[in-house]
């Protein structure tokens, strides 16, 4: 397959990405909270789960996993990305690492991965991984973000993404503006704009195939402090004018992270974004890549017990057919 032709899976039409990134310790938080039990089997276990729920293959192109994800097993011994390969669902492989403070800006971070990248992706591409994803974390605060941090961050994500396309994977770059603060939506806007003009003035620079590259961005919106609300309209509104500054026409798609949202803020905001998308015919296909809106209210059904399964996956199911409905437009009709 063709970087261009992986990355128009990904992004076709009635589907999205489910991100089952999460890092161990990520993992373990969430798993707190239904008091399961931490372990690399009650990880796998989850995995499988969402893996293996019947018909979930219509509403997702794509999985993004975990180094430890992708070496896992199903309980009948197939690997996972060979799995979902044969559900028509391309697996993708979590490249970036930890965090480290920014030089001279200690609230702020650039995210690390770049040393022996390149030895991380041949295996990964050997391990059946087809696409890669790399984060970088982007705060509003008095001051923040700086232009160092959208800069650093943004000469770390081309690099990265480099690196993807030279060793046959498709990269999805992500530089996430977090939800947390007392931000307005205009500032939210604000920087969502500066932050993507950074980072594909950066992709610009690196020649690096649009064709074959995928964004991950999160939406325009008060910070979660702040107070203030915003309609699904104002919303779409805030984020395509962002992106219409920002992101040139010639990347396939654009893929959103819930960070945050709940399943159903996620979920109605996502589907007002893809009509006013359309309003304005915008060049690319807008579809999502959700973590938490999309297993919140599977991880609480399940609660590590094997008798809820079955109940769980139905739940799954409908999150991922009420969202592939919203990734077209059609939420709620």
Request: glycine share 8%.
């Amino acid at each position: 397959m063709t970087l261009q032709s992986i990355a128009e899976q990904l992004v076709a039409k009635g589907k999205g990405i489910l991100a089952a990134d999460e890092s161990d310790s990520t993992c373990a938080k969430r798993f707190d909270a239904y008091d399961i039990e931490k372990t690399p089997e009650m990880r796998r276990t989850w995995r499988e789960l969402l893996f293996t729920t019947p018909g979930i293959e219509k509403g997702l192109s794509g999985v993004i996993l975990y180094d430890e994800t992708i070496r896992q097993k199903t309980s009948t011994g197939v690997p996972f990305a060979t799995f979902l390969t044969s559900r028509g669902i391309l697996p993708g492989i979590k490249v970036d690492q930890k965090t480290e403070p920014l030089a001279d800006s200690e609230e702020e971070e650039v995210t690390k991965g770049l040393l022996g990248l390149q030895e991380r992706l041949r295996e990964y591409v050997g391990l059946g991984a087809t696409f890669t994803k790399w984060r970088a974390v982007i705060r509003i605060g008095d001051g923040l973000p700086t232009s160092a941090c959208l800069q650093e961050n943004a000469v770390r994500l081309a690099k990265y993404a480099k690196e993807s396309q030279a060793a046959g994977l498709v990269p999805i770059i992500e530089p996430e503006v977090l939800l947390d603060g007392a931000h307005t939506l205009k500032r939210s806007e604000e920087v969502l704009t500066e932050t993507l003009l950074a980072v594909f003035a950066e992709v610009e620079k690196a020649n690096i195939d649009l064709s074959g590259l995928i964004l991950k961005s999160s939406m325009a919106l008060p910070g979660k402090d702040s107070g203030l609300s915003a309609s699904p309209q104002e919303v779409a509104k805030a984020t395509l004018r962002a992106f219409s500054s920002a992101v040139p026409k010639a990347t396939p798609g654009i893929v959103f992270l819930s960070g945050g949202q709940t399943p159903e803020d996620a979920t109605l905001r996502l589907n007002e974004i893809v009509k006013e998308a359309r309003t304005q015919n915008a060049p690319w296909r807008i579809t999502f890549s959700y973590s938490r809106a999309l297993q919140d209210p599977v991880l609480k059904a399940w609660a590590g017990k094997k008798e809820n399964v079955k109940s769980a996956q139905a739940i799954f199911a409908k999150r991922v057919e009420d969202t592939s409905r919203a990734s077209e437009g059609n939420y709620g009709e």
